[in-house]
T-cell receptor, first 113, second 113 residues
């Protein structure tokens, strides 16, 4: 069974569109994260939620809005997509905020044309 | 702020030993992690050091010196499947338990026959 899953795996869209990426974990973890990995493979934290509460909110354009309906799900909605948003987005989870290990989802490759 | 430095690329021979270094400057240091990422896949956890010294896990070992802001990952008996990027990541605690993981840009290791 997949521990951290993301949909879709690939997303190709036009500039200006709005899109969402979904993430689910079945590990019973309290804390979930969104990371962005750019073309140079640099992995950078965007958001973190602990038990549906936002605890990390890095300097990310407010076109990006995370939503956590429950502690097993953390979705990412992106408005008015720009070319620079093209990247791989990884969802991850950890047992709690004082974790030793994060488990990553397979990633969503977003291409904005 | 955080500053993490690791070599961009390394090449080593199958069966050999390779050491990947990582230096960091950070406030609120709370642990150092190593992740492995194969091309097109998600990062996976390798090791974690919070105290000075060596942690051994099979063919992989990780060392930390907090006073020097230095860590290394040692891979023994290299196998072709070890060809991947190795990400050094520093956990910091800016306060209120909102731990944050900051990744280095990764070291791409190529194992050759």
């Amino acid at each position: 069974d997949t521990a951290v899953s993301q949909t879709p795996k690939y997303l190709v869209t036009q500039m200006g569109n709005d899109k969402s990426i979904k993430c689910e974990q079945n590990l019973g973890h309290d804390t979930m994260y969104w990371y962005k990995q750019d073309s140079k493979k640099f992995l950078k934290i965007m958001f973190s939620y602990n038990n549906k509460e936002l605890i990390i909110n890095e300097t990310v354009p407010n076109r990006f809005s995370p939503k956590s309906p429950d502690k097993a799900h953390l979705n990412l909605h992106i408005n008015s997509l720009e070319l620079g948003d093209s990247a791989v987005y990884f969802c991850a989870s950890s047992l709690n905020r004082g974790w030793d290990e994060q488990f990553f989802g397979p990633g969503t490759r977003l291409t904005v044309l | 702020g955080q500053n993490i430095d690791q070599p961009t690329e390394m090449t080593a021979t199958e069966g050999a030993i390779v050491q990947i270094n990582c230096t960091y400057q950070t406030s609120g240091f709370n642990g150092l992690f190593w992740y492995q990422q194969h091309a097109g896949e998600a990062p996976t956890f390798l090791s974690y050091n919070v105290l000075d010294g060596l942690e051994e896990k099979g063919r992989f070992s990780s060392f930390l010196s907090r006073s020097k802001g230095y860590s290394y990952l040692l891979l023994k008996e290299l196998q072709m499947k070890d060809s991947a990027s190795y990400l050094c990541a520093v956990r910091s605690d800016p306060g209120a338990g909102s731990y944050q993981l900051t990744f280095g840009k990764g070291t791409k290791l190529s194992v050759i026959p």
